[in-house]
């Protein structure tokens, strides 16, 4: 066994069905009176009816949270929070909603209560990704962490397949990057299995089936637990990536994690071995990086940033920004094989870990 380090992160989670209808007792239980609801506006009626539902505990409803959690966003939000006197937020959701939440915990230290209704899994995480000036940039914190995460498996019925797909296949990406994280630990490495393993099942029987509560709850643990491992170690290439072409380039969020996954998933598959195992263990596949393209062509997701409109012209421009201040990584982040990995991903290109292979300078994790 090696030396390890691990984190376990302070929050509340409430799970089963019907869930929301405790959401008012949650408030008074952080000593609070006066929530401001958070959503995108296309969820503005969900959050006006949540309002309702827990009366004057609810002080107004703030129907602004957009992709990447941009900085005039968040002040405006702040200016309603300032003018209603609110003592806590109440996210209500997918990553969107729930980054804004998170912004308004950095800068206010109030408490949150994320209540998910898509499966990326950052609720889980003390992580904030904010965009500012066409770049994205990420820090962590327990200031942003929610104190409180309800997850009720009625609201995601009525999340079309569509977005199940993408939406699981993003939470994915936090646990394979947690498996060969420069941090992994025998704890979230198990869970991290786990958590692929249950999408892995759970997200085609949706796709079939988007009615089906079992599924449906098996994807939303799934979720909760991917989020969990990115919360307790750190991020690698993929999201690094994921955060450039998001930030830089506007580019779906759920989507561009999709797409990327496989790509980095095989960049890194000669310097982890070890992680590799465990994540085609985990899809029951031979290959981690094929299985997860696999995957994603089984939910019939996007497989190329040419799908998501990625301009093809600015790649160049993708890897440079990648390439400037990289992540940790389990192999070295050189910026022509960047471009080489960005090109497969924008042409849709199966993956193939034999076109990254180790150099005799790289070290190999085992």
């Excluded at 786990?194 to 079992?214: C, K, N, T």
């Amino acid at each position: 066994m090696r030396p390890f380090v691990y984190n376990a992160l302070p929050a509340r989670v409430v799970f089963g069905i019907g869930t929301i209808g405790q959401v008012a007792d949650e408030v008074r239980r952080l000593g609070c009176r006066r929530a401001l609801i958070l959503s995108t506006p296309q969820q503005q009626s969900d959050a006006e009816r949540l309002a309702a539902q827990i009366g004057d505990l609810a002080v107004g409803v703030f129907a602004g949270a957009v992709m990447h959690t941009p900085v005039e966003i968040t002040e405006q939000a702040m200016g309603r929070l300032r003018d209603l006197g609110a003592d806590c937020t109440i996210a209500l959701g997918g990553g969107s909603t729930i980054g804004l939440g998170k912004a308004i915990a950095l800068r206010s230290d109030l408490p949150q209560i994320a209540i998910p209704t898509t499966y990326a899994g950052s609720e889980a995480t003390p992580i904030l990704g904010e965009t500012e000036q066409g770049r994205k940039t990420t820090q962590r914190s327990l200031k942003v962490l929610p104190e409180v995460i309800v997850y009720d498996v009625d609201l995601t019925l009525t999340l079309p397949p569509a977005l199940t797909a993408t939406s699981g296949m993003n939470a994915m990406a936090h646990a394979v990057e947690a498996l060969y994280a420069q941090d992994a630990n025998p704890v979230t490495s198990l869970l991290a299995e786990q958590a692929l393993a249950v999408l892995a099942e759970a997200l085609p029987r949706i796709v079939q089936s988007p009615g089906d509560r079992a599924a449906r709850a098996d994807a939303l643990y799934g979720a909760w637990a991917c989020g969990t491992c990115l919360g307790s170690v750190g991020m690698a290439l993929h999201h690094k990536l994921c955060h450039v072409l998001g930030g830089s380039f506007n580019l779906p969020h759920a989507e561009t994690h999709t797409v990327m996954l496989p790509h980095a998933t095989a960049f890194n598959a000669a310097s982890a071995p070890e992680a590799m195992a465990g994540i085609a263990r985990a899809l029951g596949t031979a290959d981690a990086a094929q299985g997860l393209f696999d995957l994603a062509g089984k939910l019939a997701a996007p497989r190329s940033l040419r799908e998501l409109g990625m301009p093809g012209d600015r790649l160049d421009e993708a890897a440079d920004i990648a390439a400037m201040s990289p992540y940790w990584n389990p192999r070295p982040i050189e910026r022509d094989a960047i471009r080489a990995l960005l090109q497969d991903a924008y042409d849709g290109r199966r993956p193939d870990p034999a076109l990254y292979p180790t150099t005799a300078t790289e070290t190999v994790n085992v």
